[in-house]
């Protein structure tokens, strides 16, 4: 069964740093996409970042960049999101998305174009 979980979560004061990790079984998650995404209630997935299979093309949604870096391991199908210089606003809770076409040479933070089967590690940012 194709499964993943996030994990890392934890509460954090402003200007601090996590490490989100993506721990993905059951699939050859080295062959796919993987993207960082974030949610607050009553508000729609938002896409944070992105990694292509073999690592080597990124993206990320304007408001973070120079401030997450997403990394991947796929020896051990392993994908990270570090986060520095931590806002209030970056309070969410961060899901990891398996893109749905494999060997893809870009990647992009649409929701639309992932699944989704973890439930999710909070993030809060908070004094």
């Known amino acids: 069964q194709s499964q993943h979980v996030e994990s890392g979560g934890d509460l954090v004061q402003p200007g601090g740093s996590l490490r989100l990790s993506c721990a993905a079984s059951g699939f050859t998650s080295d062959y796919y996409v993987i993207g960082w995404f974030r949610q607050v209630p009553g508000k729609e997935r938002e896409g944070v970042a992105c990694i292509t299979s073999g690592g080597s093309t990124v993206d990320y949604v304007d408001h973070v960049k120079g401030r997450f870096t997403i990394s991947r391991d796929n020896a051990n199908k392993l994908v990270h999101l570090q986060m520095v210089s931590l806002k209030p606003e970056d309070t969410a809770v961060y899901y990891c998305?398996?893109?749905?076409?494999?060997?893809?040479?870009?990647?992009?933070?649409?929701?639309?174009?992932?699944?989704?089967w973890g439930q999710g590690t909070q993030v809060t940012v908070s004094s």
């Open positions: 998305g398996v893109g749905r076409i494999p060997f893809q040479i870009r990647c992009t933070i649409q929701a639309s174009e992932y699944d989704f």
